[in-house]
């Protein structure tokens, strides 16, 4: 349902842009998202963007670095990524959530339905 692609290897400083494609259900969802975990740490909420309300969200770290954007016609969601720091080293996640959300809950990985097979990001200094 979730195809990610487009990690890799970056130096600090660095630009990636990480690619999702929905295929099927996942297609329509309401509330796309990017999620990461590091090793030996949690998966955390990166950025997602409410479909129906147009709105996006960051978590604070990657703000004025990271963008979330959508590809209706390819049924994509990117996520550009510059300026990257080693503390971004993570495998990502694109998900989905099929019903619309409320702010309060897209950041919790529970609210997404849908999980994309990650892909990893690693930033060297």
């Known amino acids: 349902q979730l195809q990610a692609s487009g990690g890799g290897l970056v130096q600090l400083g660095g630009s990636l842009r990480l690619s999702c494609t929905a295929s099927g259900l996942t297609s329509k969802a309401n509330v796309m998202g990017w999620f990461r975990q590091a090793p030996g740490k949690e998966r955390e909420f990166v950025a997602a963007?409410?479909?129906?309300?147009?709105?996006?969200y960051y978590l604070d770290s990657v703000k004025g670095r990271f963008t979330i954007s959508i590809d209706n016609a390819e049924n994509t969601v990117y996520l550009q990524m510059h300026n990257l720091k080693p503390e971004d080293t993570a495998v990502y996640y694109c998900?989905?959530?099929?019903?619309?959300?409320?702010?309060?809950?897209?950041?919790?990985?529970?609210?997404?339905?849908?999980w994309g097979q990650g892909t990893l990001v690693t930033v060297s200094s």
């Open positions: 963007r409410r479909r129906s309300f147009g709105t996006d």
């Open positions: 998900a989905a959530a099929i019903r619309p959300k409320i702010v309060g809950v897209i950041r919790t990985a529970g609210a997404y339905d849908y």
